[in-house]
């Protein structure tokens, strides 16, 4: 059903200056895996095989990465140290890959109407690679992919953040339907912790219908001056079309050097070291 998923990567990272100078913020790695690919493996475990990605100046190493290097596997070949380039040739070889340029940053919700013409016209997934999730069995884009298949409108990831922390994030309210699955009704980009609806912030992960396209083309400026994905979204939760979905499992924010270390310790010792 689901069949794209776009991966806004325009951004840049000042939070990490000067490391990402002159590299994107999503090429960062957690040990020894840059932190899109973590986001395009989570894709590819939810049967999604069009990887779209917006980019911007600056982004090549993403496209260079997301490629064969003919050199380097001639390198290699034969040795011991094959093996560590197969998990990306197998990307490589399952995924179909896309870029277009974001021109200006002007918020999410414009990275994300930049990758209308990487999408066309079918609900698509959306993941912010500096969300670093992890979850068992179902990794997080799977629990919601199937989450839309029941459903058939947009879904957003949630979890609760201190009440302090509200002015990172979207937040929602709504009424549980079932367990962890909220009808949203209200949505707002970053508010003041005395405005919150809430505490349940939008993470990372979205599962979007179409005709949010036209929607962002009508949607004025908000938080920031910017184009918010959050303002389009209250559009579609006006009319009860939009779930936000309280995931299963673990998010880390790489977007903050804090949890970007706290990622990196996880990764190191769940996976990397065993
Ligand atoms: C964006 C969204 C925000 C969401 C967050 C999740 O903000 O605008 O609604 O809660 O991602 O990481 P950003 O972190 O890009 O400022």
Redesign the pocket.
């Known amino acids: 059903m689901i069949k794209k998923c776009l991966f806004p990567a325009a951004g840049y990272g000042t939070r990490f200056l000067p490391a990402t100078k002159a590299m994107p913020k999503e090429m960062l790695t957690l040990v020894n895996k840059p932190l899109i690919q973590y986001g395009v493996e989570e894709a590819v475990a939810a049967g999604i095989t069009g990887i779209a990605i917006v980019t911007g100046r600056g982004k090549r190493a993403i496209e260079d990465h997301f490629d064969i290097s003919y050199e380097l596997e001639h390198q290699i070949k034969g040795t011991s140290k094959e093996k560590a380039l197969a998990p990306i040739r197998q990307i490589i070889d399952t995924c179909t890959f896309s870029y277009t340029r974001q021109i200006e940053m002007k918020g999410?919700g414009h990275a994300i109407l930049t990758g209308e013409t990487l999408i066309g016209s079918e609900p698509f997934a959306v993941i912010?690679a500096d969300?670093y999730c992890v979850a068992e069995p179902d990794p997080v884009l799977l629990q919601m992919v199937k989450l839309f298949e029941k459903y058939q409108c947009s879904v957003v990831a949630i979890e609760e953040v201190p009440a302090e922390e509200t002015y990172?994030?979207?937040v929602i309210d709504g009424e549980e339907e079932e367990e962890g699955v909220f009808r949203i009704r209200q949505m707002v980009?970053?508010p003041d912790p005395s405005e919150a609806p809430s505490n349940l912030?939008?993470?990372?992960r979205y599962i979007l219908t179409p005709d949010i396209f036209d929607i962002l083309r009508d949607t004025p400026p908000g938080r920031n001056g910017e184009l918010?994905?959050?303002d389009a979204l209250m559009t579609q939760a006006s009319e009860g079309r939009v779930l936000g979905y309280r995931f299963k499992g673990r998010r880390f924010d790489c977007?903050s050097v804090e949890g970007f270390v706290e990622a990196t310790n996880h990764c190191y010792t769940n996976y990397y070291k065993k």
Do not use: F, N, S
């Not at 912030?201 to 990372?204: E, R």
């Open positions: 999410l912010l969300d990172k994030y979207g980009e970053k912030a939008i993470i990372g918010q994905i959050t977007g």
